[in-house]
């Protein structure tokens, strides 16, 4: 048996950033990992994704520039072979360096399967076939989660496909019918478009990207519309058939009583991720395990205090950054060093056309939350920097606290979103009030501009927009 202060179970975003920082703590640590390391996040879902995201972005713009006095002799092709092998390295590169991180900080990495046997002891099944037993003063369960199949809609890999094959399809398919209009469905949904796919997108609720505010939504639905694409709402893939050419004809339910057929090639189903927390040993050992999540408190810590669950399995939201943000403080506590989780905003960032970023409090959930608020909206199409990159669509929205004017939250629909956030999500933590945001000097001509005058928009007083 093997002895070690921390076992990590998971390599991926929440899992070896936690171990880096025990290793970085000196603490005995070894992650095991059943796959790759990096995860879900690194191997086939941010990361990758992105890579194609910023191709086909670059493919859009290489045919669309002709307003800036820019056109191509000819076609402008893609050589889908050549852009998965340029992803693959970019994965390639990145899971090599999270391997020589977790080495260099002296974190040992295994590859194989875990299961909790006891509060401090976890069994693993190597990738060599042997079996081996670890024991720690604390086991961090940061397994993630999986992909929701919809039994109508199994996955074949080949024609209804989930996420993972996705971002390795080899063609671009002629048709390509997206069940889930949530984050994935559209920021694929977007990338095979902008490559001629005919999109058509299937959404269950009355709005797409639900939990965004619908200004914001609306922004990314109409682009996509205005290049072809259907939009379905209220509406759920019932089940299909193959056709004799190979296509599938899919039903769709439109309520109340109503069908609709759509004809495609590939169906991607994007419905949502569940945790992993189940057929670990959690439950044998005693700890509470609630539909698959490991719910822990603000150290991390599970209801057995010695284990301690990260990233997607401990709860929403499910995304990377609050991952490794959860590895850092749990890898302090059992270092026994005094962490908690304790930030205002986990910021989202969503990869569609236009990017999408919010970080605090949309103005709809301070509505229902009955806050009495500010609102202030700045158009990119008033940046003089937005105009000079050709991309206009989209705005700055700032809430604030009606009296105080403290920050409440922050929504950017627009050109490099996902990227202006940050000073959104800064803003929040340094608890700012609009006027902090408005008086610091922003550069010109920068996209960031927009925050400051949508904070001024927000106290009445913009200057490059009309108040009202
Ligand atoms: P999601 O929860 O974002 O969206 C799923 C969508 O499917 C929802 O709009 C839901 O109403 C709809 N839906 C559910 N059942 C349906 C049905 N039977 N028919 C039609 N529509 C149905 O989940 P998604 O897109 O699969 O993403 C999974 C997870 O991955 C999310 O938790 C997300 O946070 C994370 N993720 C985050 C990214 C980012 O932050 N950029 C990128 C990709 C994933």
Redesign the pocket.
Known sequence: MKNYDAVVIGGGPGGYVCSIRLGQLKQKVVCIEKEEVGGVCLNW??VP?KALISASHTFEKMKDSAIMGLTVEGTVKHDVGKMQEWKGGIVKKLTGGVRGLLRGNGAELVIGEARVTGPNTVEVKTKEGTVETFQAKAIVIATG?T??E?PTFKFDGKQIIG?KEAVSLKEIPKRMLV???????L?LGCVYQKFGSEITV????PN???GIDTDVSAVVEKKMVKHGAKIMKN???AGYEKNADGSLSVRIDLGEGKFDTVVCDTVLV????RPNGAGLGLEEVGVKVERGFVPSDKQGRTNVPSIYSIGDVSG????AHKASKEGEVVAEVIAGHKAAKDWVAIP????TDPEVAVAGLTEEQAKAKGLDIRVGKFPFAALGRAMAVNETDGFFKVVADKNTHELLGVQIVGPSATDLISEGALALEMRAFLEDIGLTIHPHPTLGEGFMEAAMGGLGHAVHILNR
């Open positions: 879902g941010c994704s989660a992909t929701i919809i996420a069940i889930g209009g949530g984050v994935i469905g920021e299937v959404e269950a609720t797409l990207l639900p509406a759920k893939a994007a419905v949502g991720m929403q939201p499910m995304l989202g960032a969503i990869f």
